[in-house]
């Protein structure tokens, strides 16, 4: 989140969109969902679309939260919803429907280009990229690209070389910054490509992917 800016750079926005690449036990949503909620300034609706080709049980991702108990309440919430999630989309509704989660089974790349969202911040997550390539490679960071506006904010732990040049290839301005123990440095940015980027709806957040809950 600090990364990304927030929660500032969402203050008093109407909507605020963050995609994500690899859910995992959902702990990135979970803690963006808290820190949404005790904002006063917070936007009116959080949509957070998240990609994950191996999803964790129901009951793992309560437990993960164990450790964090300001999660907990937020976490048992996510697990009473967190069944059938068989490859597709699953939409999942939270605050009377202020906190969206969009939910995409699959392969990142593949899910990604069936979006019309447009992204307000970027989470790249997952395995490193020596244990999980596809999820850092080019293809993935083409596809997040064409979820993203120009000034779309990128935060990641990894600093890898080959994440920076794939990234920059794509659009994104990239630099090191000092990274929370034990990681010496993260890595933070925004999309802003050299030549115009093709809109991908009619307006911020506008298209919505399919649910299949």
Not at 20 to 27: N, Q, R, V, Y
Not at 95 to 106: A, K, M, P, Y
């Amino acid at each position: 989140m600090k990364g990304c800016g927030l929660p500032a750079a969402w203050a008093s926005q109407p909507q605020w969109c963050v995609l994500e690449t690899g859910f995992g036990l959902g702990l990135n949503f979970l803690v963006t969902w808290q820190a949404w909620k005790a904002d006063p300034l917070r936007p009116r609706l959080l949509h957070f679309v998240s990609t994950e080709a191996f999803p964790a049980s129901a009951d793992d991702v309560l437990r993960s939260a164990a450790t964090h108990p300001e999660l907990v309440p937020f976490a048992e919430q996510l697990q009473r919803q967190l069944w059938g999630l068989l490859p597709g989309f699953h939409r999942l509704t939270f605050e009377d429907g202020r906190v969206l989660l969009t939910l995409c089974i699959g392969d990142a790349k593949a899910m990604l280009r069936e979006q019309s969202f447009e992204a307000d911040s970027v989470y790249l997550d997952g395995f490193s990229p020596q244990r999980n390539p596809d999820i850092w490679d080019l293809h993935t960071f083409k596809a997040v690209a064409r979820c993203c506006r120009r000034g779309t904010r990128v935060a990641t732990w990894t600093v890898a070389r080959s994440v920076r040049d794939a990234l920059a290839q794509c659009g994104f301005v990239v630099k090191k910054t000092t990274g929370i123990p034990p990681k010496r440095d993260n890595l933070q940015g925004e999309y802003n490509p050299a030549w115009e980027p093709k809109r991908r709806c009619s307006r911020r957040g506008a298209g919505k992917p399919p649910a299949a809950s």
